[in-house]
């Protein structure tokens, strides 16, 4: 709210790009503006640096942000060639509401004694849930 131009900062960063909502639609908006203004100033020799704006996603559609209304000129793109591992996705036919975590517990553990050996991914909602499921696995 104080610093519109953001002089505080010469890169910004936004992940997961593709998980498009309100807020990074504004978040994109506001930067279509300060970036080229930044620009402008830096060459005038009032601000000490441009800005940078990086978008990153694994599932961006590329074309949404070439759009010359938004940036012009086009922002260059990288793209980094990556392996991708076969995923696959169990879940409980029954959604546990007193003790998720202990339900989700016992699936994992279900899964590393039937399947190949490999990782999971559990989706909780708080820190202390990951913390109290990761020390029973541990334990386990």
Do not use: W
Not at 24 to 33: A, E, H, P, V
Not at 105 to 111: E, G
């Amino acid at each position: 709210q104080s610093d519109f131009l953001l002089r505080q900062y010469s890169v910004v960063m936004l992940d997961e790009a593709h998980e498009r909502n309100l807020n990074t639609d504004l978040l994109l908006g506001l930067l279509s503006r300060i970036i080229p203004l930044r620009k402008k100033l830096k060459e005038e020799g009032k601000v000490v640096s441009s800005l940078k704006l990086v978008i990153m996603s694994a599932t961006l559609k590329v074309t949404d942000f070439q759009n010359p209304i938004l940036f012009t000129p086009s922002p260059p793109i990288i793209h980094v060639h990556a392996r991708q591992y076969p995923v696959g996705v169990h879940f409980a036919k029954k959604t546990e509401m007193e003790d998720y975590v202990g339900a989700a517990y016992k699936k994992v553990v279900q899964i590393h004694k039937r399947l190949p050996e490999g990782g999971v991914l559990v989706f909780l909602t708080g820190q202390q849930e990951i913390e109290t499921l990761c020390k029973r696995l541990r334990e386990k």
